[in-house]
Nanobody
């Protein structure tokens, strides 16, 4: 079994910064990729940043230049550094991890999400 847990959300004023963390644990054999999604009230969930193993980061246009995704492979952790936050960044941020377990099966695992609220 694989567990994914996000943390670091909270309330911040516009222009401020937050750093989200996502830790994967359990029967992990290999992580192929880790990504961040967000879903604002009344909107569809959107991919905002992704990082495949050995690859370069990719970002949604709405966050380019403001958000940075990074990984700590030794800790099976991915981070999302969010700078110059805007009220429209308010959403539940969730982590999606592409994992091959020690038993050989491969699947995607979601975390429970962490709320980010940006006030004026």
């Amino acid at each position: 079994q694989v567990q994914v847990v996000e943390s670091g959300g909270g309330l911040v004023q516009a222009g401020g910064s937050l750093r989200l963390s996502c830790v994967a644990s359990g029967t992990i054999g290999r992580i192929y990729g880790m990504s961040w999604y967000r879903q604002a009230p009344g909107k569809q969930r959107e991919l905002i940043a992704g990082l495949r193993s050995g690859g370069t980061p990719n970002y949604a246009d709405s966050v380019k230049g403001r958000f940075t995704i990074s990984r700590d492979n030794a800790r099976d952790t991915v981070y999302l550094q969010m700078n110059s936050l805007k009220p429209e960044d308010t959403a539940v941020y969730s982590c999606l991890v592409d994992v091959q377990t020690v038993l050989g099966g491969r699947s995607w695992y979601w975390g429970q999400g962490t709320q980010v609220t940006v006030s004026l």
